[in-house]
């Protein structure tokens, strides 16, 4: 559990999902649970005693990507919805 509650650990992983969004495209996915991930490591590393237990830190991850991942949905909305295909 030592691990999981590390910075390193949470900085490591997301930048292996913002990684993942830039080669495989995870419709933005990999963005919103990646910049959790980069959240919960920063906030961890410059303050290690306010997320202590790895369920706390699982709960920030997951606030922090809510809030990330609406905004980011709204900018990059697709205006066209029409099939690109022609029949």
């Known amino acids: 559990m030592e691990l999981i509650s590390s910075s390193e650990f949470w900085l490591i992983i997301g930048i292996v999902l913002l990684l993942a969004e830039v080669i495989v495209g995870l419709a933005y ?3 919103t649970f990646g910049m959790g991930s980069l959240s919960t490591g920063i906030i961890i590393y410059m303050a290690p005693s306010v997320l202590t237990g790895p369920v706390n830190q699982l709960l920030v991850m997951a606030c922090i990507s809510a809030l990330v ?19």
């Open 69 to 87: 991942y609406f905004p980011i949905k709204y900018l990059f909305k697709k205006d066209n919805p029409s099939d690109i295909n022609k029949y």
């Open 29 to 31: 996915l990999g963005v």
